[in-house]
């Protein structure tokens, strides 16, 4: 919370303080829980910043409510317009009401002795003291087990007096429990009474209780919205606890289930361990808002990641949701009046626009690789290399659950909705059987008899079945769980003959950890020639490459309809422009070689300008003719600065931070590492590895860049002697894979184009 410093403004609070400790009033307006007084030690603090005395004026109890959260006052029912101060043990904070009589104070110390005051009124209003909880003060178990919730819309009480809407579904009638039961929550609308979220769909068919809870904030929950606050992560224990104490709920014990949003906001909860959270399943998911989605190598994404921020502000608005509507028609009151502080939802589009640079603060607390290594029970986890929405920068922190004491990860090429493909629903169904409803896995006969329908109908491919049960016991299935290796690697995902182009692979391989312990780092050099050739081979003398800016290239994305499974099939991808890229290709593979992980382009590099924006693309040049895409990396040259700490030979870990920013030097070349995404791809015996060089843009569906307005700069690439541009990747040689190569195009997410022999690929 910010101190207040000026003379003037101190004076006002300290008359308040010392008029309140002489009155110890006892009525109240506040929201908060029952008054204390404002204590001497308060008044004594700011007492010492002056030595003024004068008459204590005439002070009335506030007509305002207060509300105080953890780290969080909001403030209702005060007059529009008027400044309001926020005095505390650490200080004030001022800010002015909005037309709707709302204001929301943010990011406030913990502590005895707040109160907020109206300075300007006459007599000054004075709310009653009031104090400000730690995040990690946690109500008595039997604040959880005296909520009751049953079949149909319910709102669950948060411990700070916040109501979050949820919506209970049960398979059958509750004295008839317990049932297994998964949780979805999410500032989308999984409380929705008329139509629940995919994956509480998927669930409420399989014989569980599904409960679908929206974000403070969202939906008919009370509350103002700050995307994944930390007051939406202890919600979310608080919301664990209240339904696994019912009744009706198999061992007191619930999962979680979710892609997307509600995927990721399980990373957020399970982090503070509520004891009644048996398993998770993330997917879809990031490790990092700043680095995954919303600044990719420090470059701010303003297509999906401002479009979906957008998104958000809107339908979190109040009545931003059609049904939010249609449930206060129908008389929901409390619905109502959950919409009131909507006003102080924070501008997530704003926030993000402004945030051109990491900072710790919010910057960690919206990094699940922060903090994942918390997560203590079970975790199922899916995402796709090419996803058009979150990216595949997810696979960096697989590594870091490490309390996690069982985990099942699937990983594949596809889109954003390929979560839900036969394989990944399949294991999924194995493990919440296994861990939550604690029985023998089994999928029903009906569900199984539908399924090639409804993925017709998603993905628009025929042949897409469930594959078989694998267990006759729950004994086996769980043994097979956590003995199995934990990584699988699902391949040429829509290469399948049984559904050519629908999300079944071609391959399954397993491995240990990711990235593979198998897989080692092959390093390239560039070569003047077009070539990328061994670092032996490589030029003794220093010579280079340039290639044009073209801003507008940063601007072409294929727009795509929304929940459209089949959103790869939209991609455009564009042929390159002379003169405006570089590329650099290597001899034809001798052998079948699995690319799996994260790798770099490490370019020796000058420009005509103090700044330059990189993107990096690996291509696969097939010997019939087809170039295929397979990943991408992207950076701003002045966000070149590494952690040492973090980065590793594969992984360039870049800071992003203002003070580690800095121009490039005019006139010099400047050594920048480019992370390429993670991913597998198979390169078969006969094929070539193409690196290209441009600006951003162009290849990524539903990403847009906003790049430097350098149009027409020119990017030299040093290559050899003292600029040795070098690329690295990690592969895995002895692989068996399928001979032949998978259709092209009709392999998930991984767009092709006629290669461009007239410039031999380069």
Not at 432 to 459: E, Q, W
Request: net charge negative.
């Amino acid at each position: 919370m910010r101190i207040g410093s000026s003379r003037h403004r101190i004076l006002p609070v300290i008359l308040v303080t010392t008029a309140l400790v002489a009155a110890a009033c006892s009525s109240s307006n506040s929201l908060s829980s029952p008054a204390t007084p404002v204590t001497s030690s308060t008044a004594a603090m700011i007492a010492t910043t002056t030595a003024a005395t004068t008459t204590v004026p005439e002070t009335t109890i506030a007509g305002f409510r207060v509300r105080p959260s953890a780290r969080l006052v909001a403030v209702t029912g005060a007059e529009p317009g008027r400044s309001l101060e926020l005095l505390g043990p650490s200080g004030f904070e001022s800010g002015t009401v909005d037309d709707l009589g709302n204001l929301v104070f943010r990011e406030v110390e913990p502590g005895d002795g707040y109160v907020v005051t109206d300075t300007g009124s006459t007599p000054i209003q004075v709310s009653e003291s009031f104090r400000v909880p730690r995040l990690d003060e946690i109500p008595d178990p039997s604040f959880y087990a005296s909520q009751k919730l049953v079949a149909g819309l319910n709102y669950i009480e948060m411990r700070d007096g916040v109501t979050l809407s949820a919506m209970v579904r049960l398979p059958g009638p509750a004295d008839e429990g317990p049932y297994p039961t998964v949780v979805e929550y999410s500032g989308y609308d999984p409380a929705n009474p008329g139509e629940p979220e995919p994956m509480t769909g998927i669930f409420t068919q399989v014989g569980y209780a599904t409960v679908g809870v929206n974000m403070r904030g969202s939906g008919c929950s009370g509350g103002a919205f700050d995307f994944f606050s930390e007051l939406q992560t202890i919600d979310g224990y608080d919301i664990i606890e209240t339904i696994a104490a019912q009744p009706w709920v198999l061992d007191n014990k619930v999962g979680m289930v979710g892609i997307s949003y509600p995927g990721i906001s399980q990373l957020f909860v399970a982090q503070t361990q509520p004891p009644g959270l048996e398993a998770i399943s993330p997917m879809s998911v990031i490790e990092d808002s700043y680095r995954s989605v919303v600044y990719p190598g420090g470059i701010y994404n303003n297509g999906f990641a401002k479009s979906w921020g957008d998104s958000r502000q809107g339908s979190t608005d109040a009545y931003g949701q059609d049904w939010v509507r249609t449930q206060v028609d129908q008389g929901d009151t409390v619905c109502e009046d959950n919409q009131l502080l909507r006003s102080q939802n924070v501008d997530l589009t704003a926030t993000a626009a402004a945030l051109a640079y990491w900072t710790d603060d919010p910057g960690n607390r919206l990094a699940p690789r922060t903090f994942v290594d918390k997560i203590d029970v079970p975790v199922f986890l899916a995402g796709a290399w090419q996803d058009e929405q979150t990216g595949s920068r997810f696979a960096t922190m697989l590594g870091d659950f490490t309390k996690a004491p069982v985990m099942q990860v699937y990983l594949y090429n596809g889109a954003h909705a390929d979560s839900a493909n036969p394989e990944s629903l399949a294991r999924l169904f194995e493990f919440m059987d296994v861990y939550v409803a604690h029985r023998t896995p089994k999928i029903d006969p009906a569900i199984r008899f539908a399924a090639p329908l409804l993925y017709k109908s998603v993905y628009g491919a025929d042949g897409l079945t469930l594959p078989p049960d694998r267990f006759t016991s729950l004994e086996e299935a769980k043994a097979a769980l956590e003995t199995d290796k934990p990584v699988h690697l699902l391949l040429e995902m829509g290469g399948n003959p049984q559904s050519l182009g629908g999300p079944i692979p071609r391959v399954e391989m397993q491995f240990d950890a990711w990235p593979p312990p198998e897989a080692e780092a092959v390093t390239w050099a560039l070569a003047s020639d077009g070539r990328l050739v061994s670092p032996d081979s490589a030029a003794t003398d220093s010579t280079s490459e340039n290639f044009t800016v073209d801003v507008a290239h940063s601007q072409v994305v294929t727009p795509a309809a929304d929940d459209d499974g089949n959103e790869f099939d939209n991609l455009d991808w564009p042929a390159l422009e002379d003169g405006k890229y570089l590329s650099y290709t290597t001899a034809p593979f001798a052998d079948d070689m699995v690319l799996a992980g994260s790798g770099h382009a490490s370019l020796w590099i000058q420009s005509s300008a103090d700044d330059a924006d990189l993107q990096v693309t690996i291509t696969e040049i097939r010997p019939d003719g087809q170039e295929m895409y397979v990943q991408s990396g992207w950076l701003r040259a002045s966000h070149r600065a590494l952690d040492p700490t973090k980065s590793t030979e594969l992984l360039p870990f870049h800071t992003h931070t203002e003070a580690d920013a800095a121009p490039l030097p005019s006139g010099e070349f400047t050594k920048v590492d480019v992370e390429v995404f993670p991913v597998a791809h198979v390169f078969r015996a006969g094929s070539r590895l193409r690196l290209i060089v441009d600006n951003p843009g162009g290849n990524r569906n539903l990403w847009k860049f906003e790049v430097l307005p350098n149009d027409g700069q020119t990017i030299t690439i040093g290559i050899g002697g003292a600029t040795p541009s070098e690329l690295v990747l990690p592969f895995i040689a002895g692989a068996e894979v399928p001979a032949g190569l998978p259709p092209c195009p009709g392999t998930r997410s991984q767009p092709c184009r006629p290669t461009d022999t007239t410039t031999g690929a380069r």
